[in-house]
């Protein structure tokens, strides 16, 4: 894998950042994090710190209810764009469209035309293996085809950044792997800029060019670990297991805290 | 089908033993289908006998008209509601007031109002199924998953064509069946507009059945209204299993 240089531009810079929920809480409080353009950052933390609220709030859909500001290339973002799309865990695809017309459903609200549009799918489709199940429906696909299904749909209408918000945690483990092999090749065909909230330490050390752990209450970064470098992609080598440990230790000590 | 058939077998045989009274108010099957078959299909009185499939076709437009033009409406309603907050503090109460209000208690209005045609009916069923379904409309809505209008948002799509584009194709099954499931009333609506004030369709049938003390006509009636209130609701969910498959 090579290296995005450490003096990579910034994609989003995110400053004294506070969200308030409608019931008083505030997940976030005067956080303030830089994440580079072109690498692969996974965000971890216990559940409900608010990594959630962060990668949305990093995709403009929390406007008004944040203060602070999030700056996407330099500019701060006042509403989601196109040019930043987020994946979910679950709910990606529209039930009544088949896999071709999901992927594609971006396209219709921007130019070109058909035949560049369905070009355009049809690449994508064999980008992420799925040539032979365009004409299918999401109830007859497997969670993971679903989940490469959003991630096509979320490149075709090639963003410069993808939110993925847990997008493997409904996955068995050989499944899950196979997807990570999966984004990392996509990553290196486009060399997007991706952030990824996910729960599993193993994943997030993986894949992450760079792994954040958020915890506390308000949330604030506790470990922030470059992990772009060969050695410690060996799931068995001592570099992978001392920083899962680290991060592990990390996350149950900020659990017992509450 | 079997119980079906044991029903119209145990009345045939009951109607051929019993005799007297009972054989004469309900006529068993063969006797009043022969009536009729005599009759080539034609109910009524000399010039003015009209065909039975005449009577089964106002009633079905009826239906199908009011049933259409309060599900569009219901739909559009409900997009009203969802997407304006105004519109919903000073609509919903009154959709709350009218909902309960039978379709049958609107008939002697409408008849006022419309005059004894078509409108009258359409006017009957639009309001027995309308408000229930603005209703569903708006829980539909609530229930569409919120990612969906998150990712159609992101995708580029404008408010417009996330309503279009997504809400819209994610509310219509549950709609749908709804509709579906209310269509009994409309039916039932329909028909006792046309017994009380129409002077065509099913619902008239029996109640020339009645004016003529004519119960092969009642009975053959009835046997009309439930075969084609039977078809209709095959056909509407044939709708729902090959148009509108898709669940939220």
């Not at chain 1, 921007?110 to 035949?115: N, P, T, V």
């Amino acid at each position: 894998m090579l290296a995005p240089s450490r003096l990579a531009p910034l994609a989003f810079r995110v400053e004294r950042l506070t969200v308030d929920y409608e019931r008083g809480t505030s997940p976030l409080q005067d956080l303030d994090l830089e994440i580079r353009a072109g690498e692969i950052t996974c965000i971890l933390g216990e559940s409900g710190c608010g990594k959630t609220t962060l990668l949305k709030t990093l995709g403009g859909f929390l406007i008004g209810r944040d203060t602070g500001g999030v700056l996407f290339q330099g500019r701060y973002l006042a509403a989601p764009t196109s040019d930043v799309v987020m994946i979910f865990q679950e709910n990606n695809l529209f039930p009544w469209l088949n896999v071709r017309a999901n992927v594609g459903f971006g396209l219709r609200f921007q130019l070109g035309s058909r035949k560049q549009q369905r070009q355009a799918v049809d690449r994508i489709l064999d980008l992420v293996g799925l040539d032979h199940a365009a004409s299918k429906y999401p109830h007859q696909l497997s969670g993971g085809m679903r989940q490469r299904v959003a991630i096509a749909r979320a490149l075709v209408t090639e963003p410069q950044v993808l939110l993925l918000d847990e997008p493997f945690s409904a996955l068995d483990i050989s499944l899950r792997r196979r997807m990570h092999a999966l984004m990392q090749s996509l990553w290196e065909q486009t060399r997007k800029t991706m952030v990824m909230v996910t729960h599993n330490v193993e994943e997030a050390i993986q894949l992450g060019h760079r792994v954040i752990v958020l915890g506390g209450s308000p949330a604030r970064v506790l470990i922030d670990k470059n992990c772009n470098f060969t050695a410690i992609k060996d799931r068995y080598g001592p570099e992978f297991l001392s920083l899962q440990r680290e991060i592990e230790d990390m996350i149950y000590e900020g659990a017992d805290e509450e | 089908m079997l119980s079906v058939g044991m029903f119209v077998g145990l009345w045939e045989v009951s109607g051929q033993l019993g005799a007297g009274t009972l054989a004469s108010v309900l006529p068993p099957p063969s006797k009043f289908l022969r009536g009729v078959i005599e009759s080539d299909f034609k109910i009524g009185l000399g010039s003015q006998a009209a065909s039975v499939w005449e009577s089964v076709l106002a009633t079905f437009l009826r239906v199908f008209a009011g049933m259409t033009v309060a599900f569009v409406a219901a739909i559009l309603t409900g997009a009203l509601l969802s997407l304006s907050r105004v519109a919903t503090w000073s609509l919903s109460p009154l959709l709350h007031l009218l909902a309960p209000i039978a379709p049958i208690a609107w008939i002697p209005t409408a008849i006022v109002v419309f005059g004894i045609s078509n409108l009258t009916a359409i006017f009957i069923v639009f309001m027995g199924v309308y408000f229930i379904l603005t209703l569903a409309t708006l829980a539909e809505i609530r229930r569409v998953p919120p990612e969906f209008s998150i990712v159609a948002g992101n995708l580029g799509a404008t408010p417009l064509q996330r309503w279009i584009f997504v809400v819209l194709p994610a509310v219509l099954p549950g709609v749908f069946a709804l509709l579906r499931s209310n269509f009994l009333a409309a039916w039932m609506a329909v028909l006792v507009a046309e017994m009380v004030g129409l002077r065509d369709g099913l619902g008239a049938i029996i109640m020339m059945g009645r004016n003529l003390f004519n119960n092969e006509l009642i009975l053959f009636g009835m046997l009309v209204i439930g075969v084609s209130g039977f078809a209709v609701d095959k056909v509407l969910g044939l709708i729902a299993k090959r148009m509108l498959w898709w669940r939220i």
